[in-house]
C-alpha cells in the first residue's frame, strides 16, 4: 500500500514558476515508476510526465516538453514536478500516481497507475 499527498499547487502569473512535490508513504517508494497527471474543468485527465524507478527515464506530453521537469528523490520517497513558463491552459488538479506495472508505453497510461494522490490545484492567470 502507498499513500501519496501531494503540495505546492497555487496561483501564479503566465510565465511564472511552481514545483509540485508528491510525498510517498511506504518503504517500496522506489520500486514504482511515478507519474503526474492533470485534469481541467470538462475535461479528461491526461499524462504529464512521468519517471521510473530509478529516475534515470523520463517522460513528457508534448505540450510541456521543454517547460516542465519530474525528478525523484528515492532517499526521501518524493517525486517532484518543475513547473516553469506557465501557460493559462496549464489550469487544472494535478495529481501523482504509481505504478508497479512500469514500462516505457505503460507510462503514459492512467489506468495502469496503482496509487492516485488527492490532487493539487494550479491556476495560472494571464
Known amino acids: 500500500q502507498v499513500q501519496l499527498v501531494e503540495s505546492g499547487g497555487g496561483l501564479v502569473q503566465a510565465g511564472g514558476s511552481l514545483r509540485l512535490s508528491c510525498a510517498a508513504s511506504?518503504?517500496?517508494?522506489?520500486?514504482?515508476?511515478m507519474g503526474w497527471f492533470r485534469q481541467a474543468p470538462g475535461k479528461e485527465r491526461e499524462f504529464v510526465a512521468g519517471?521510473?524507478?530509478?529516475?534515470?527515464?523520463?517522460y513528457y506530453a508534448d505540450s510541456v516538453k521543454g517547460r516542465f521537469t519530474i525528478s525523484r528523490d528515492n532517499a526521501k520517497n518524493t517525486v517532484y514536478l518543475q513547473m516553469n513558463s506557465l501557460k493559462p491552459e496549464d489550469t487544472a488538479v494535478y495529481y501523482c500516481?504509481?505504478?508497479?506495472?512500469?514500462?516505457?508505453?505503460?507510462?503514459?497510461?492512467?489506468?495502469?497507475?496503482?496509487?492516485w494522490g488527492q490532487g493539487t490545484q494550479v491556476t495560472v492567470s494571464s
Open positions: 511506504g518503504r517500496t517508494f522506489s520500486s514504482y515508476a
Open positions: 519517471v521510473d524507478w530509478s529516475g534515470g527515464s523520463t
Open positions: 500516481a504509481a505504478q508497479s506495472r512500469y514500462s516505457s508505453s505503460n507510462v503514459y497510461r492512467a489506468r495502469l497507475y496503482d496509487y
